[in-house]
């Protein structure tokens, strides 16, 4: 470790930064349960209770009694936009968790479409792709330059078309041309400029974190923004959320600057055709009620380019993937006819019934670690529960007393719990005859043949 080069934050963190709390791990298991039922005077809630988890979880709770009753009162002073009883409420209400329906079915057809196996012979050069990287950034529509498949050790590709459906979609890197502009406080990557120099040639392969750093450098831009400049950066292929059936010319040499800004122009005039006017308006209403008016400046613009369509173009004949796309053409018509759906105040009212939403998650969230905290009462019920299960393998009786099959458990004890012994679940006698003799063989071989071993050879 003392030759590798350590990053400046982490050298920092080392010396400077704060410990690592104590957290208590401590876990009542049936080897320790049907130990201490062997004894007498042990009380196993008294263990339970003196315990460093339950003193912590003791700790803890007034924190989170405190926590929970702020967002409850943050909950009950957040407004939609109208009343809460009221028709336009429960349309609202319906309109959201169909559209959250909808993004949910629609990550899982992009999964579909992302496979290799469908998704290789549309990644030619020209061809306008929609980037969202891994945190959820939207790039906006790019033009693929070319891509590339990375040989690693986890991913073994196979020469057989059949076997290709095997293959992840990280696995495989595109170069995409994107605008971009330098980000605030970031650090532009070497390695995207010889990305971009050295485009043409497949012989060269980075890491999915070499990806990432690329893209941590920079941040998407509008084709309207000064500073937007256009960058041939590596993608993988899970962060390509659509596929466009639209190609334009992508000139063989992107060295210079002059061939950028020709393809720069290009892609501005295809935005020109088929800008989302409704995006675009909705985007506007919903800025105004942001306190950041500006968070979207830079933002690239909506636009409705036509898709490959997964069935007539990519030929995906998958059962479940149609079942899946005419679920979510069903759940798209419910969204239509939604009497709210044509409304103005939409994009206002589905950010604050967000935000509101989000609200109540963090809400049963801190309930769910309040519950965890009742450490007494819930033990006592797995103390009950786990009592039952040693009755029902025959390790106690009715009175739970330990019975031969627990003795033999208690002392047979090689890291494993009491009911993970299948061997001892019918009768023991000659198991434990013959784990007394190897006991006793044990004792023997300690106490009297080693010692005149080492006698004799002194």
Known sequence: MVDEKMDEVNAKEMLKGQADALVSSFHLGYNMLINMLRL?????????RNSLKQHQAEVIRPSLELKLDTYEKQYQSMHIGCEDNSTTHQNIEVYWRLKKAVLSATHMLRDWVRKPVYSLSFLQSGRLVH???????DWGWGIIVNFRKQMDRHHRFKKKQEELDNVPASAYKVDVLLPCRPRIGGKRSSSSSSSSSSSSSSSSSSTANDADSVLNSFM?????DKKCEMLVLPVSLNQIAEFSALRIYVPDDLKPKSARNSTKETLREVQRRFKDTTATAATTEAAKTTENPFDNAYAPAKINLPL?????????????????????????EQLLTNPIHNNPMLPVWMKNYTDKMQVADQMTKVKKEIRATEGMR?????????????????????????????????????????????????????????????????LLLVVVFIPLSLANVC
């Open 308 to 332: 490959l369509d997964p069935v007539k173009d990519m030929n995906i004949q998958n059962e479940e993937f149609l079942a899946s796309l005419k679920k979510k053409k069903q759940m798209e």
């Open 131 to 137: 980037v969202i990287d891994t945190n959820g950034e």
């Open 40 to 48: 007498e005077d042990v009380d196993i809630e008294f263990l339970v």
């Open 220 to 224: 998407p831009s509008s084709l309207t």
């Open 378 to 442: 819930e033990m006592r019920d797995r103390i009950k529960r786990m009592k039952r299960v040693l009755r029902r393998l025959g390790f106690t009786d009715k009175n739970n007393v330990v019975q031969l099959k627990g003795r033999v458990a208690c002392e047979v004890n090689a890291g494993a719990q009491g009911k993970s012994q299948p061997q001892l679940k019918e009768t023991p006698v000659q198991q434990c005859i013959l784990y007394s003799v190897l006991t006793i063989f044990c």
